[in-house]
């Protein structure tokens, strides 16, 4: 990682200080070290349980179109998730470069990669939303919810929906209409035939990306693949729980679902390189609703983001040199291959 990108961190990190330092750097570190290395080597496996469940989705999107190795999607996808930390942005920070890098392995046109990284994106996230309303309506009963959690919910029902709409809501004559009408604005000349040309051509793109996001998956794919997805986003709430345990905490589960779910949400926000911050402040604010002290709170946040942004940060990092290495390598050999 070059100084520039690493500099990005630093309004994250220099926030998480301020804030440890206003609610007691004493009774964080205290807190903090009551976990065990076992503990937290046990918080490291789930997490990789959870990266590879992810690249698993990936491969099995790719594989529907082109062979790939899930060894190479894997490391695609955590390279790509470095280049999502580094940058402020709504989880789509990576997407270019694990295009980039999807295209270059694979044989996949631009379309069909467009339309298999917004399919991957409404598989994820549609199980992300049922659970915060899963557990929205009876959190209701029991705690005055902040209005930025209902903003937030709001707003990520629209993206859902709007990505759902992508993906299942496609004519399967619309590509045929759009190129009719490239061949159409053509005929123009001037600056006005150029606008039409381009807007006809990026119009065609679009409805050949949904036309290949529509046919990609049948009916129980999608379901089955909503299904691990699922498993994927429970396991972040309990990672969050038994960081809770570790340090001696105890936490009703329908806070930590709703802190763990609504700190995800905020750090979505494109205000901060990985949510830093964000997430610690909203995961905070609900543990404390919970009856911790914010200093417990924000040791509980640490700990949940050590185990699910900094170790998988540094495996996106090994995983960009060993691309890196492999590109080299292959350079090389075809250089020797050549007479």
């Known amino acids: 990682m070059s100084l520039p990108k690493a ?94 890098l999807f295209r270059k392995a694979t044989g996949i046109s631009s379309q069909g990669l467009a339309g298999t990284l917004m399919m991957h994106k409404f598989l994820t996230m549609a199980p992300f939303v049922f659970l ?60 006005a035939g150029l606008i039409k040309r381009l807007c006809s051509r990026a119009g065609f793109f679009f409805s050949r990306a949904r036309l290949e996001a529509a046919n990609l998956l049948s009916a129980r794919q999608t379901l089955g693949i909503m299904l691990v997805s699922l498993l994927i986003w429970v396991f972040y709430p309990l990672k969050v729980y038994l960081a809770c345990h570790f340090l001696g905490l105890e936490v009703h589960p329908l806070i930590i679902g709703l802190g763990t779910l609504f700190a995800y949400m905020i750090s979505m926000l494109p205000l901060l390189p990985g949510g830093l911050g964000t997430y610690e402040a909203g995961m905070t604010m609900f543990l404390t609703l919970g009856g911790l002290s914010p200093a417990e709170g924000l040791a509980v946040s640490l700990l949940s983001r050590l185990t699910t942004f900094w170790f998988p940060l540094l495996l996106s990092a090994l995983s960009c040199l060993i691309l890196a290495w492999q590109d080299r390598l292959t350079q090389h050999e075809a250089q020797s291959n050549c007479p």
């Open 132 to 191: 915060c309303l899963m557990l929205f309506y009876p959190a209701l009963h029991y705690f005055e919810l902040p209005l930025s959690f209902h903003v937030s919910l709001f707003l990520l029902v629209l993206l859902c929906t709007g990505l759902g709409w992508f993906c299942c809501g496609c004519r399967t004559h619309g590509s045929s209409e759009l190129l009719r009408a490239d061949t159409d604005a053509g005929r123009y000349t001037g600056s």
């Open 7 to 100: 500099i990005l961190f630093l309004p994250g990190i220099a926030a998480l200080t301020a804030l440890a330092a206003i609610l007691g750097p004493d009774q964080i570190r205290e807190s903090l070290f009551r976990i065990t290395a076992g503990q937290l080597a046990f918080l490291f496996l789930l997490q990789l349980i959870t990266l590879l469940a992810g690249a698993w989705i990936w491969h099995f999107l790719l594989r529907r179109k082109d062979r790939i190795s899930f060894g190479r999607v894997f490391l695609i996808n955590q390279a790509g998730g470095l280049i999502e930390s580094l940058t402020p942005s709504v989880k789509f920070g990576g997407e270019a470069a694990k295009l980039y």
